[in-house]
């Protein structure tokens, strides 16, 4: 049984920082590309950050020299540690494992001006 569980979530002011959590269990972690997306109240989900099973990483412009995401491998979690944030970056948060479409069930990110 695949999971993907989110966790760190929270209300933060703009300009702080917060660092989410994806733990998987029931995938092959160490060989799985792993990203995050994320939905913006009444918009589309969009792709946030991706992290191959090499470790190169990708990001949205939108993000870019803010966040960063990294695994532990010897953990099966993947991260994303998300500095100088906006309200603009208010959010749920999804991790996501191409191969198969698993997606977890989200955290919330809130980001007051």
């Known amino acids: 049984q695949v999971q993907l569980v989110e966790s760190g979530g929270g209300l933060v002011q703009a300009g702080g920082s917060l660092s989410l959590s994806c733990a998987a269990s029931?995938?092959?972690?160490?060989?799985?590309?792993m990203k995050w997306y994320r939905q913006p109240p009444g918009k589309q989900r969009e792709l946030v950050a991706t992290i191959t099973s090499g470790g190169r990483t990708n990001y949205a412009d939108s993000v870019k020299g803010r966040f960063t995401i990294s695994r532990d491998n010897a953990k099966n979690v993947v991260y994303l540690q998300m500095n100088s944030l906006k309200p603009e970056d208010t959010a749920v948060y999804y991790c996501?494992?191409?191969?198969?479409?698993?997606w977890g069930q989200g955290t919330q990110v809130t980001v007051s001006v």
């Open positions: 996501r494992r191409d191969l198969g479409d698993y």
């Open positions: 029931g995938i092959n972690f160490s060989l799985s590309v």
